[in-house]
Nanobody
């Protein structure tokens, strides 16, 4: 069992930055590929960014590429999402997720249904 806890959300203005964290319980964090997803009111949950087990490979949704950076520190059981140049359309609840059963070279999955564990989410609100 993996428990994920997100933190770092808040209310910011357009153009500002935020850094989200996702901390995992247990000793097997490095066994999981990780992802960030977001869900705005009235919309479906969407993939934002993903990172491989070792952190060497990343993948981004087109709308955030170049503005967001995903990283992880396996020694701290934590994944991060650095969000720069935030826009009002980035407003959403942000969730982290863990996907098990991945070999080190597995492709990063953007399908939310493929992830095994989810955090409770942290709200990001960007005002114009």
């Amino acid at each position: 069992q993996v428990r994920l806890v997100e933190s770092g959300g808040g209310l910011v203005q357009a153009g500002d930055s935020l850094k989200l964290s996702c901390t995992s319980s247990g000793r097997t964090f490095s066994m999981y590929a990780m992802g960030w997803f977001r869900q705005a009111p009235g919309k479906e949950r969407e993939f934002v960014a993903g990172i491989s087990r070792g952190g060497g490979r990343t993948k981004y949704e087109a709308a955030v590429e170049g503005r967001f950076t995903v990283s992880r520190d396996n020694n701290k059981n934590t994944m991060y999402l650095q969000m720069d140049s935030l826009k009002p359309e980035d407003t959403a609840a942000y969730y982290c997720a863990a996907k098990g059963g991945q070999i080190m070279t597995a492709p990063i999955i953007s399908d939310s249904g493929s992830y095994d564990y989810w955090g409770q989410g942290t709200q990001v609100t960007v005002s114009s």
